[in-house]
């Protein structure tokens, strides 16, 4: 290479700043753009793992009060009217419907076990959206942030072109900064999606194994109910 050329590109600043400072306003935009999807994606991750966490804890504490032996109506007497674990929510949904089902005379109302089987389901549904919220923000990031970067690339690359006409100089002191300014958009993109598809898909499989434990546990109460319904 004539060392003509290479000496003027030598002297370029080449950093991440420098690189930024030169893009065009689009490419800062795209730029940007995919550093806040990337820090909030961040956020959403370690925030989930630490609701999980608390989730796994709070209900293996809960599983070991139910299975105690303690009589399931003292158990739902020590719970606040606001339970703030999920174990403890669907326990007292089922435990709510079990009690409005009798009458005052204490017959049962017919079609107890599904209305029990019914509050729930439905106490599950509400943990899952719990658990799954913020989830689909690591997916749309990890769907579009590549393409985003691909754009900022391609009008970073289209900008070095017309600067390569304007100036009518095709020397690598001339093209290499554009290009490293396009590409730079590119690999923020990949930066961003990575760990967000990565992310989304362990903390998807941890959402479902949380919400199983959940209808495991309802399963084995609304037995132990169908249990005390057939006996009445």
């Given amino acids: ?34 550093l806040a999807m990337s820090v909030w994606s961040w956020a959403i991750i370690i925030s989930k793992h630490l609701q999980f966490r608390a989730a796994r804890a709070e209900a293996a504490a809960f599983d070991g009060r139910f299975w105690s032996g303690e009589p399931l109506d003292e158990l739902f007497e020590t719970l606040p009217p606001e339970p703030a674990g999920a174990s403890e929510r669907v326990f007292a949904a089922g435990m709510t419907e079990w009690r409005r089902s009798h009458r005052q005379d204490g017959a049962l109302i017919a079609g107890a076990q599904s209305r029990i089987d019914r509050s729930m389901d439905v106490a599950i549904a509400r943990e899952s959206e719990r658990l799954n919220a913020g989830l689909s923000f690591l997916a749309t990031t990890g769907s579009t942030a590549p393409f985003i970067g691909l754009f900022g690339t391609v009008w970073g690359i289209k900008h070095a072109f017309e600067q390569i006409a304007i100036s009518q100089n095709t020397n690598l002191a001339v093209v290499a900064p554009g290009i490293a300014e396009a590409l730079l958009a590119t690999g923020i993109g990949l930066v961003a999606a990575i760990p967000a598809v990565v992310f989304y898909n362990k903390l998807t499989g941890d959402a479902e194994r949380i919400v199983g434990g959940y209808e495991a546990f309802a399963d084995e109460f609304a037995t132990i109910l169908s249990r005390q319904l057939d006996a009445a």
């Fill in 1 to 34: 290479m004539d060392p003509t050329t290479l000496a003027p590109a030598q002297d370029i600043d080449f950093s991440l700043f420098a690189l930024f400072a030169r893009a065009t306003l689009t490419v800062q935009v795209v730029m940007l753009m995919l």
